[in-house]
């Protein structure tokens, strides 16, 4: 239950902080077009804090930490979300900056994405083997 409380407050303030990181270097930059940067805040409270957030009470009613994919799960799924939001940073501060984004940027979000995907489709399996086929009962 720890991991997951402190996973949400890691990515809530994270969120938060992406979103005023952006601001100021675009108004530091003088910048005005887009930019990957200005996704990033979004990616983090949404699959950072919201998806911890729910995963909080789904651990009290089917306590999904005692299972052994939550470990896989949890270790691949931040791995994920952190690598596409590092490279929606490294992307979006090139942009701003006014220099050119390697095409390999692009192959590594991609990456990061699939990572992600991986972890959801974990998280099903876990969901499945809590929800229907080993119950836990709350002690």
């Given amino acids: ?3 997951i409380l402190y996973a949400f407050m890691f990515y809530t303030v994270l969120g938060l902080f992406s979103g005023f990181g952006y601001r100021e270097l675009t108004l530091h930059y003088n910048f005005t077009g887009d930019t990957q940067m200005s996704v990033m805040h979004t990616h983090l409270l949404t699959l950072g804090m919201f998806v911890f957030l729910i995963l909080i009470s789904i651990e009290k009613l089917f306590k999904i930490s005692s ?9 691949i799924y931040n791995t994920g979300v952190i690598v596409t939001v590092s490279m929606q940073f490294a ?3 090139m942009q701003i900056s006014g220099q050119e984004v ?5 192959g590594f979000a991609g990456i990061g994405h699939v990572v992600i995907t991986a972890g959801f489709i974990l998280l099903f399996f876990l969901l499945r083997q809590a929800i229907l086929k080993e119950p836990r009962d709350a002690e």
């Fill in 1 to 3: 239950m720890k991991r």
């Fill in 102 to 106: 390697p095409a390999s940027f692009s």
């Fill in 67 to 75: 299972y052994y994919l939550f470990n896989w799960f949890y270790i």
């Fill in 91 to 93: 992307k979006g501060f």
